[in-house]
């Protein structure tokens, strides 16, 4: 398993729901976590492993106990904007100020396949907005304003050639 990164034409999938979780489910969740630790992350989904379906799997602590797993996840409210700087595994090198809602409430399936509810006004928000897009095919680089950009495009550039 490894990170997919831009240009690659798979991130930018529109992806299908998670139909049933069963034990090849549970591993791929686990080799996610391990790649994203390894990767230094704080949050990753499944379309950046190179698969096609909606699961993120996220922990900002690194703590085994703060781990969350995210299947078919929808954000059900929001509240508020704030802009923050953002980055991405699969932009490696770029980050830039996005304006996301700054409260939202999300529910989503845990890996027991229970219903779970994440409400936060903090940076798990912004994760969660970060990786939902993601399994929308939804780069953070395609929320910023042109101004911020501009500012990255040659390192975009420098991305995309080096195919
Ligand atoms: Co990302």
């Not at 990170?3 to 034990?23: C, E, M, S």
């Not at 790649?35 to 993120?56: D, I, P, T």
């Not at 900002?60 to 996840?73: C, F, M, R």
């Not at 779970?116 to 929308?136: F, G, K, W």
Request: charged share 35%; hydrophobic share 40%.
């Amino acid at each position: 398993m490894k990170i997919l990164t831009y240009p690659n034409r798979k991130l930018r999938k529109k992806i299908k729901k998670v139909d049933k979780i069963d034990r090849a489910l549970k591993k791929i969740v686990r080799r996610m976590f391990d790649l994203m630790y390894k990767e230094g992350g704080v949050g990753l989904a499944a379309s950046q492993a190179g698969y096609q379906f909606r699961l993120a799997v996220i922990n900002l602590t690194k703590n085994p106990k703060d781990e969350l797993v995210l299947i078919n996840p929808v954000i059900t409210d929001r509240n508020g904007q704030v802009i923050n700087d953002e980055g991405c595994l699969s932009v490696p090198g770029v980050t830039a100020p996005v304006k996301r809602s700054k409260q939202i409430t999300c529910q989503a399936l845990d890996l027991n396949g229970r219903e779970i509810v994440l409400r936060d006004d903090e940076l798990l928000a912004r994760v969660l907005q970060h990786e939902i897009d993601h399994l929308n095919g939804v780069l953070f680089i395609d929320r910023l304003e042109p101004a911020e950009r501009q500012k990255i495009e040659q390192e975009l550039k420098e991305l995309e050639n080096q195919k």
